[in-house]
T-cell receptor, first 114, second 112 residues
Framework: DGGITQSPKYLFRKEGQNVTLSCEQN?????MYWYRQDPGQGLRLIYY???????QKGDIAEGYSVSREKKESFPLTVTSAQKNPTAFYLC?????????????FGEGSRLTVL | QKEVEQDPGPLSVPEGAIVSLNCTYS??????FMWYRQYSRKGPELLMY????GNKEDGRFTAQVDKSSKYISLFIRDSQPSDSATYLC????????????FGRGTQLTVWP
């Protein structure tokens, strides 16, 4: 089955620790995205990548880092510099050749900082 | 002012009711308008997609876009308990394909 796989689904972290969220897609999509979702705030874009070895900051990139070494993979690192990291993180991908520009989302990773 | 405004609800209706969900926006450059449905603890999935102004119907769902008023709507007819979810509107300028701007989402509950 084609889709996006995020792991882990739930993650607990102590303050001051970095944590990396995994995102893998087998849809052969060029573009990949990371969004953060907080209660009542909708989705906010953290980083996005349109091609391998290239990525751009979204609206709330501070305290996060990404890499895009392979087309299929776009891991997100939540660093200790992120002041309020507890949130639901969603990875998505899209196909530039599609008419709609539809985003396909993974099932999300819920990060809790203790 | 956020670029996309959406009332978060919650909205609670009986089964069979007509549901109206709305978003307003401020950026006139938006050309593509979408509605995503998100079930609890899941990722959003595309429900409806509209380009520019007009209506689009798909089964019990109708999406409307009024660019002159910067206002979009999603109507759900004969609502079912399985429609209970959060509905997110999203918009795109077209020049940045895939770079979507989302509303806050409206939480809908349809009770039997």
């Amino acid at each position: 089955d084609g889709g996006i796989t995020q792991s882990p689904k739930y993650l607990f972290r102590k303050e001051g620790q970095n944590v990396t969220l995994s995102c893998e897609q087998n849809l052969n999509h060029d573009a990949m995205y990371w969004y953060r979702q907080d209660p009542g705030q909708g989705l906010r874009l953290i980083y996005y990548s349109q091609i391998v070895n290239d990525f751009q900051k979204g609206d709330i990139a501070e305290g996060y880092s990404v890499s895009r070494e392979k087309k299929e993979s776009f891991p997100l690192t939540v660093t200790s510099a992120q002041k309020n990291p507890t949130a639901f993180y969603l990875c998505a991908s899209s196909d530039f050749g599609a008419t709609t520009g539809e985003l396909f989302f993974g099932e999300g990773s819920r990060l809790t900082v203790l | 002012q956020k670029e996309v405004e959406q009332d978060p609800g919650p909205l609670s209706v009986p089964e069979g009711a007509i549901v109206s969900l709305n978003c307003t926006y401020s950026n006139s450059a938006f050309q593509y308008f979408m509605w995503y449905r998100q079930y609890s603890r899941k990722g959003p999935e595309l429900l409806m997609y509209t380009y520019s102004s007009g209506n689009k119907e798909d089964g019990r769902f109708t999406a409307q876009v009024d660019k002159s008023s910067k206002y979009i709507s999603l109507f759900i007819r004969d609502s079912q308990p399985s429609d209970s979810a959060t509905y997110l509107c999203a918009m795109e300028r077209g020049s940045t394909l895939g770079r979507l701007y989302f509303g806050r989402g409206t939480q809908l509950t349809v009770w039997p």
